[in-house]
């Protein structure tokens, strides 16, 4: 895991801080990653009459930032290396205040 993280970090470092921030696809696929999929996950399983731990866990799996897997996954089949480290970053600061919020509001 934290060779992982400094292979995120190294293609993180080629790009200018500002570029993370600056697209708006990013921050579209982040608000929908960590706030739109576990409300919808959260009103599909009340619907269902789940229990309550089971949503519980399932809501809040589906709130996590990106996987840093999906970085190294794409460096190994040759897709958009920068793209996604930059949606692992985003994510990841950006769950610092959805993960908290997603569990006071919907569980």
């Given at each position: 895991m934290p060779l992982s993280l400094l292979v995120v970090g190294s293609f993180l470092?080629?790009?200018?801080a500002g570029q993370v921030f600056r697209s708006a696809k990013l921050w579209l696929l982040s608000i929908l990653r960590l706030l739109v999929l576990p409300v919808v996950l959260w009103a599909i399983l009340r619907t269902m009459s789940t229990d309550a731990l089971v949503m519980g866990i399932a809501v809040t799996q589906i709130a996590m930032p990106v996987a840093v897997n999906g970085t190294l996954l794409s460096?190994?089949?040759g897709g958009d290396t920068a793209s996604m480290a930059q949606i692992t970053f985003l994510t990841t600061?950006?769950?610092?205040?959805?993960?908290?919020m997603i569990a006071?509001?919907?569980?």
């Open positions: 470092a080629d790009i200018p460096m190994e089949y600061l950006g769950s610092i205040l959805t993960i908290p006071a509001l919907l569980l």
